[in-house]
């Protein structure tokens, strides 16, 4: 076990003052969110909980109101509220964001310009991920707004790093189209898995036999996806020899192309619907 001393700590130099990070709401995103950045070295999180009933990791200040948090200044501020609380509850936070300070929205549907409006700041970003961030396997698009410096890009990836994979989009559309594959990805997931385990059912399984067989043949098949070079296409003729069982699942599940249609329509009314949003 080593230790360190005073004069080990003067030798490797000044620290840099950490990284104040104000969370303006921390429901179920922003907890999930919370929950790897509490553990990122050199950032300092207090979040914003007006009904006090939720509960954050012993390292993270608590604050109900702006009353609480007279006198301070912080480097970012995420706002983590409803997109439609945005109007009415930002601008009483504005004051704590210190200079070349950042806003980094969660926010569904409320665009760059509307807070750079309503804030008259132009270091605006928004993140759009999804709920594996709280086991550090999320999916988030990032986008930022024209005003963003590169110290704000490092601040974000240092944040968004710990969550899972992220990938920065160029324009606000790219980022509803990151919300349609992979924001609303989980729930398309959930929603084959669980028709899944129901046809196992079907097949005289118990409900709880049914679920670890499909999720554990997800998981495992997902896994050697990621860790293989080959195509999707390719995985699946590995594991599919001609008129074999797999052979004639496929056939049943993609029959006159009806998987391929029934995506394309997912992905295209999710799409539509966050462009609505806007
Ligand atoms: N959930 C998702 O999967 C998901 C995915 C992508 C993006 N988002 C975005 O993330 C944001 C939050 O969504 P969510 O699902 O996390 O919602 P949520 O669970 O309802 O959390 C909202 C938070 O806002 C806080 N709040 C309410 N009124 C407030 C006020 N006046 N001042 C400060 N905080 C206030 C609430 O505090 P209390 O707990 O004290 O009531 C709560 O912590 C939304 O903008 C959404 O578009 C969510």
């Known amino acids: 076990m080593s230790s360190s001393t005073t004069d080990d700590k003067e030798a490797a130099g000044p620290r840099h003052p950490a990284t104040r990070v104000l969370m303006l709401g921390c429901g179920s995103m ?4 919370l929950e790897q950045w509490q553990h990122i070295d050199d950032f300092e999180f ?8 939720r509960h954050f990791p012993d390292s993270v200040q608590q604050a109900r109101s702006p009353k609480d948090l ?16 945005i109007a009415e509850v930002l601008p009483g936070y504005i004051n704590f964001l210190a200079p070349q300070g ?3 929205s969660l926010a569904a549907g409320f665009s760059c310009t509307s807070l750079v409006a309503l804030t008259g700041n132009p270091c605006v970003a928004r993140v759009m991920p999804n709920l594996p961030v709280v086991l550090g396997k999320g999916v988030s698009g990032l986008y930022a707004s024209e005003g963003l410096e590169q110290q ?14 992220t990938l920065w989009v160029p324009s606000e559309d ?13 729930g398309y997931a959930f929603e084959f898995a669980r028709a899944w385990a129901e046809a196992a059912e079907g097949l005289g399984f118990s409900r709880s036999q049914s679920r670890v067989l499909v999720l554990k043949t997800l998981q495992g098949a997902m896994e050697m996806a990621l860790h293989s070079d080959s195509t999707l296409d390719g995985l699946r003729d590995r594991v599919t020899s001609k008129n ?5 699942g496929l056939r049943a599940l ?3 192309e009806q998987l391929d249609n029934l995506l394309i329509a997912t992905l295209q009314s999710a799409y539509s619907r966050s462009v609505e949003l806007r």
């Open 70 to 85: 007279s006198g301070q200044q912080f480097d970012i501020i995420v706002i983590g509220v409803k997109p439609q609380m």
């Open 30 to 33: 922003g907890g999930a969110l």
């Open 152 to 165: 704000h890009r490092v601040f974000i990836d240092r944040l968004m790093a710990a969550t899972g994979y």
């Open 46 to 53: 207090t979040v914003v909980s007006p009904s006090g009933l």
């Open 174 to 186: 790219a980022l509803d189209r990151v919300t349609a594959v992979a924001g609303s990805g989980p």
């Open 102 to 104: 950042l806003y980094l």
């Open 254 to 256: 993609n029959k006159d």
């Open 244 to 248: 074999g069982t797999t052979h004639a």
